[in-house]
């Protein structure tokens, strides 16, 4: 079954991006030329999904307002005669996607933002992306690959990458069973373990391919780590009953939900921009060659 619709939670506070979050909403913070929530919606849009469910929080109405026609904007830069711009702006999103609304309107976890859209969603399969992990390749994007996997598996799947001993405690950490034609099954997981209690290093990030099996299991979930209903635990219950699979994707990882990975994201994205990459990586080596500021 083709999977059209991705849920992209919304609802966090952004505490470690303060202060710049305390009226924003972190998705909004800049990368670039774009809101970084303007990424996960393109790689959704990437692996052919062209329904966009966003679970927001009441305060969060500057993320529609950015994914609705802005008709003064349009009509100020048709009379401007500014057509790129207008084109631009009139693109975000493209024709043919169509952004729903959920709202979580208490921040119960993850778990519980992603059962919020459960009435958009239906029952078939569908993807989740946290904006906040945003994922560079080249050429296929995360959620790409991960739809390869789910086309030939016709079971859940989650992205995977290995993180450093002493960082596990800030994700779901799985333990690997066999491996099926050469990819990997998911045999437990477990929700920010302590380093020395971690079954493994293999960290799930901001990427998942659900069958609609994860519903009712999200439904009886119960307050875990962080007194937060868990997406982790509805994922341990659903090994008990489906084969779930991990995507060891190939590209690169950005935390932007703090202050240093957004940095980051955000020098390698100018970096490798169209029109600002040349000239800011000469302004970059000028900067090194000088010794910073
Ligand atoms: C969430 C999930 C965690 C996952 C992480 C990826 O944690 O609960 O399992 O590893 O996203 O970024 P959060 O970052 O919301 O604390």
């Not at 207008?86 to 979580?104: F, S, W």
């Not at 969603?121 to 296929?140: R, S």
């Not at 002493?166 to 066999?178: F, L, P």
């Not at 034609?181 to 079954?199: R, Y």
Request: proline content about 6%.
């Amino acid at each position: 079954m083709n999977i059209n619709k991705v849920v992209l939670p919304v609802a966090g506070l952004g505490t470690r991006t303060l202060p710049a979050t305390k009226a924003l909403a972190k998705e909004m913070l800049t990368l670039v030329d774009r809101p970084i929530i303007q990424y996960a919606v393109e790689e959704a849009l990437s692996a052919g999904i062209r329904e966009i469910i966003f679970v927001t929080a009441q305060a969060k109405k500057i993320i529609r307002d950015h994914f609705e026609p802005n008709t003064m904007l349009e009509q100020e830069l048709a009379r401007r005669g500014k057509q790129d711009l207008l084109e631009l702006v009139k693109n975000i999103p493209p024709p043919g996607t169509v952004c729903r609304y959920a709202t979580q309107p208490v921040p119960l976890g993850l778990g519980h933002a992603v059962l919020c859209a459960r009435r958009l969603v239906g029952d078939e399969p569908f993807a989740v992306i946290l904006p906040d992990d945003l994922i560079h390749h080249p050429t296929d994007t995360c959620l790409q690959q991960m739809m390869e996997m789910y086309q030939e598996k016709n079971a859940s799947v989650v992205a995977v990458e290995n993180v450093a001993r002493e960082q596990v405690s800030r994700y779901g950490i799985v333990e690997t069973g066999n491996d099926v034609d050469g990819v990997k099954k998911m045999k437990s997981i477990v929700e920010k373990p302590a380093p020395h209690e971690a079954p493994s290093t293999l960290a799930v990030v901001g990427r998942y391919i659900f069958t609609p099996g994860i519903w009712p299991l999200l439904e009886t979930t119960r307050r875990g780590a962080g007194s937060e209903i868990q997406l982790t635990d509805a994922i341990a219950a659903l090994l008990g009953k489906e084969d779930v699979y991990l995507c060891e994707f190939q590209g690169t990882r950005y935390d932007c939900g703090s202050i240093l990975g957004l940095m980051r994201a955000n020098v390698e994205y100018a970096l490798r921009h169209d029109v600002i990459g040349a000239e800011f990586e000469a302004y970059l080596a000028d900067l090194v060659k000088n010794n910073g500021v």
